[in-house]
């Protein structure tokens, strides 16, 4: 299939295709180490930036917080749920497909 093609590309089921599978794989797990690098790199700064989300979250946050920091606090947690929750949904116990649904319901 030429991706030129606009509506075959729209049409076909990318997912069936081998190729597609296989590229899709591997940027999922480039993300992931990507995503574990800089987690390890800045985990300093990561910890108190998801504690002052769950702050947020909670309703503990000073009502007169900067709020650029409530919205790097939100980057932090946005940056880190999709990664978690993936990562939990894929296991095969069923505690971490729930620990991953409500880590998104709480966004």
């Known amino acids: 299939m030429a991706l030129e093609d606009a509506t075959e590309r ?3 089921a990318h997912w069936s295709d081998p190729t597609w599978r296989k590229a899709r794989a591997q940027a999922f797990f480039e993300v992931r180490r990507l995503h574990r690098a800089f ?3 800045e985990r300093n700064r ?4 998801l504690g002052a989300a769950i702050d947020t ?17 939100w980057d932090t947690l946005f940056f ?4 978690v929750s993936t990562i939990l949904a894929s296991q095969p116990h069923p505690i971490c497909a729930l620990i991953a649904v409500r880590a ?3 966004m």
Request: hydrophobic share 45%; charged share 20%; with cysteine.
């Open 10 to 12: 729209e049409l076909s």
């Open 39 to 41: 987690l390890s790199h």
């Open 46 to 49: 990561m910890r108190f930036s």
């Open 57 to 73: 979250i909670q309703g503990k946050a000073p009502a007169d917080t900067d709020p650029t920091i409530v919205a790097d606090a």
């Open 80 to 83: 880190v749920i999709p990664l």
């Open 104 to 106: 998104c319901a709480a």
